[in-house]
């Protein structure tokens, strides 16, 4: 018995060993990734950046601000909004969703009670329905040639 708990430690041993190399070199990229994204991450200067070039390709102001508040607007994944936005996946009902909507539109009754006049006139003109992030980039091919031309129409 001690015999073949010992022949079968080894041969786990030398089977495992080739794999110990690789299982440090998939860490070291995963955390190359990681630093990679971190510094991907918008930051004031690429923000900026980003802002003169969408001025330059012909995106109108209203639309930068926009892309501009969703891009820093910090979302949880079960707010209302994005429980929403995963009805499909989730199988939502007619009835879920309208409490979903009612719920967020009172939040932003809220949201806007707590602001003075000054920075309500501030926000600008409010679109009266909801934008994805991914619907705010067809809005905003459809204002810049530039865009168009990326997305091949």
């Known amino acids: 018995m001690i015999k073949k708990l010992t022949i ?14 690789s299982y440090g070199q998939q860490e070291k990229a995963e955390k190359k990734e990681t630093e990679k994204q971190s510094k991907m991450q918008m930051g004031p200067d690429m923000m900026q950046e980003m802002m003169m070039n969408m ?16 891009m820093n607007t910090p979302i949880f994944m079960d707010s209302p909004c994005a429980v929403y936005g995963q009805a499909d996946t989730l199988g939502l009902s007619e009835e879920q969703k309208k409490q979903l909507s009612d719920i967020e539109n ?15 006139e501030n926000m ?5 329905k909801p ?19 990326m997305h091949g129409k």
């Open 8 to 21: 079968l430690t080894a041969a786990f041993l030398i089977l495992s060993v080739p794999w110990l190399p």
């Open 55 to 70: 001025k330059k390709a012909g995106v109108s102001h209203d639309m930068m601000r926009r892309w501009q508040v969703m």
């Open 106 to 120: 009172e939040a932003r009754q809220k949201a806007l009670a707590v602001l003075t006049p000054e920075q309500l």
């Open 124 to 128: 600008g003109d409010i679109p009266d």
């Open 131 to 149: 934008m994805s992030l991914s619907n705010m980039c067809k809005e905003m091919s459809k204002e810049c040639p530039m865009m168009q031309m």
